[in-house]
Structure formats: structure tokens, C-alpha cells
């Protein structure tokens, strides 16, 4: 990004399937590698989404979250339509973990 030029990234060989109506953060830790976080959103199936992933520049995406489908079931139920935040995680003494917020004020299924 220091060069003001644009470069065309290798297309990854894995990645999150299309969708829309997610959230996207900047990963601070990795803000230096240009690094990001996306969670749930709608694919164009219409199927509301509760997936984490993270993205490295130049082309590394990683599925962070879930790893099972014993994970998908503990954790927050697919939305779409929310906004989040990235911050410094409250169990952290040192400051350097990092947690992300997110706020929905719309109606999703589930209780989590």
C-alpha cells in the first residue's frame, strides 16, 4: 500500500464461499501484513453464515472458526446485517490478544 500502485493478488486456493450483508474488520496485530477478519453474512443461497476467517495479504485465507461441527453448535448462530469491532482482549494481560465485537440489531434464528 506504500506505493499507491495496484497489484493483482494470486487468486488463493482456499477461501470463504461469496457472500454478502457480513462484517470485516482490521486485524491490528496483523495491520502491517494488511490482515482481516470477516464473519457470517448471506450467501447467495440465501443461507445466513456464522464463519470466521482470516485473510493475510497477499493471497492466505485460513477458516479460523469452526474447526467441527461440534464448534458450529456452541457458538453464535448464523447472522446477517450486523457490524463489528476489533478489540484488545479483556482476559489479556499483555495486551495482545485480540477479540471481536459484534453488534446486531436485527432479527437472526437462535438465541447466542
Keep these: ?3 499507491r500502485r495496484w497489484e493483482q493478488a494470486a487468486a488463493p486456493k482456499i477461501q470463504p464461499s ?3 450483508m457480513h462484517s470485516t ?4 496485530k496483523e495491520s502491517k501484513a494488511h490482515g482481516a477478519v470477516i464473519f457470517g453474512g448471506c450467501n447467495n443461497t440465501l443461507q445466513l453464515l456464522n464463519d470466521v476467517w482470516t485473510y493475510k495479504w497477499p493471497s492466505t485465507w485460513s477458516l479460523l472458526w469452526p ?3 461440534e464448534d458450529a453448535a456452541k ?3 448464523p ?7 476489533m478489540g484488545t482482549a479483556s482476559y489479556s494481560e499483555t495486551k ?3 477479540e471481536m465485537y459484534v453488534f446486531c440489531f436485527c432479527f ?3 438465541q447466542k
Excluded at 25 to 28: K, P
Excluded at 79 to 85: I, L
Aim: glycine share 10%.
Design 75 to 77: 457458538g453464535p448462530s
Design 67 to 69: 474447526q467441527s461441527a
Design 25 to 28: 474488520v482490521v486485524d491490528e
Design 96 to 98: 495482545a490478544a485480540k
Design 18 to 20: 461469496a457472500r454478502w
Design 108 to 110: 437472526w434464528s437462535g
Design 1 to 3: 500500500m506504500d506505493t
Design 79 to 85: 447472522r446477517e446485517g450486523h457490524a463489528a469491532a
